[in-house]
C-alpha cells in the first residue's frame, strides 16, 4: 500500500528480456536502501525488488503488467517515480494507492498558469465512471485531485514542488501514463452495480 506521495525519482539504467517478461535495473538514491521482496511503486506499479545494489536494484515485469501500463514504453534514461510502501505509523499525505493500475491515459495538452501547470489526460470513455471532479486520483503513482471532467478528458492541477521532484516536468504531449483510481469509489461502483437488478424489480 503506497500514498502517491513519491519520495525519490529514478533512471531506467537497462532493460532486458527473459521470455515474455522485462527485466528493469533502475538508478536511484534509495536503491541502496531496498531489499529483496520489497514492493516499491515504479510509475505507480507495484514491483518486487529481486536485487540491488548500492546504486541500482533491478525489478521485472510481467506480460500483464507490461499490457496494462506505460512499461513498454520505458526506455533507458527515461525517469519515473519511485516510493516505498507506507509505515504503520506513518501520515498519509496523499490517499490509499495500492500500486495496481487500472489503465492509461495520453497527455492531451500542457497548460502553464504563471508558476504552475494544468495537465490534461485522454482516455477511453468506460473509465469515466471512476472519476469525479475534487475527487482522487494516482497518475504515474502521484496523488493528485481531479480538477475538470469534460467528455473523455480530465485535468489536474500541479504545483512546483510536484512538477519539479517527480517525472511531470518529462511529460510531453502524447505521452503515456498510468492511472489507478480512488479504491473507495471503486468499491462503491461494484456494488452499485451489483445491486441494479435488483433495483429493477422493485
Known sequence: MFSGIVENTGLVKSISLKGSNKIFEILSAISEETYIDQSISHDGVCLTVVSHSKYSHTVTAVKETLDKTNLNTWKPGDVINLERSLLANSRIDGHFVQGHIDTTAVCSKIESMDGSWYFYFALNESFLKWIVSKGSIAINGVSLTVVAVNNNIFSVAIIPYTFENTNFKNLRYGDIV????????????NYLEK???SIGDI
Do not use: T, V
Open 178 to 189: 498510468n492511472l489507478e483510481f480512488d479504491i473507495l469509489g471503486k468499491y462503491i461502483i
Open 195 to 197: 445491486l441494479k437488478p
